[in-house]
């Protein structure tokens, strides 16, 4: 099974999927590449940051299931995965990569998150430590990725509480298992 978290930036992807990682030890959460520098605070195997040299490489070894640019300059990807036998594979990745996982792998099951409002979504870049030029460009660009997350998604769920997030998720993927 593959389940894909997708959704704009700020929505709480990254919290949610670790607490569901956590709880559920049959999921394995595959480590994505990026090219954008490292957020103040942010773990350093959050990703696997590489220059654009790198990623380009990689991509053209065909090392990814799905690349994309989801923001001007800065490339993201999800290598060939890894996972352990008998775990489901997820993915916390941006809506072209959604989209481009569910056209290679029609059976997996998209779910976009969603923040309650701009201004909980603009809080939370903030409070990860992104630059206020960098949220205003988030914010605009998670408003086509909401349109078209859900045009793609199978389910949506609203990121207001983390912990029922998680349980609606958790229930999502028992659904789907």
């Known amino acids: 099974m ?12 990254g919290t949610l999927v ?3 990682v956590e709880r559920d030890p049959q999921l394995w959460l595959s480590r994505s590449w990026t ?7 942010e773990a350093e195997d959050a990703y ?15 090392g990814f299931l799905e690349w994309a640019e989801p923001v001007p300059g800065q490339f993201s990807g999800t290598p060939l995965p890894e996972n352990p036998a008998g775990t489901g594979l997820v993915l916390e990745i941006n809506v072209d990569g959604a989209r481009q ?3 290679r792998f029609p059976d997996a099951v998209v779910v976009l998150v969603l923040a309650p ?6 809080a939370r870049m903030r409070e990860r430590g992104d ?17 078209a997350g859900r045009v793609l998604a199978d389910e949506v ?20 298992r």
């Open 2 to 13: 593959i389940l894909v978290i997708t959704g704009p930036g700020g929505v709480g992807k």
């Open 18 to 20: 670790a607490r569901l």
């Open 35 to 41: 090219t954008r520098p490292r957020r103040p605070n």
């Open 48 to 62: 696997l940051f590489v220059d654009r040299v790198a990623f380009d490489a990689h991509a053209a070894a065909g």
């Open 101 to 103: 996982i569910k056209e």
């Open 117 to 122: 409002s701009v201004a909980a979504q603009e």
């Open 131 to 147: 630059p206020p030029e960098r949220i205003a460009e988030r914010v605009r660009i998670g408003q086509e990725e909401e349109r």
């Open 157 to 176: 769920v609203v990121n207001d509480d983390l912990n029922r997030a998680v349980d609606e998720v958790a229930g999502i993927l028992q659904r789907y």
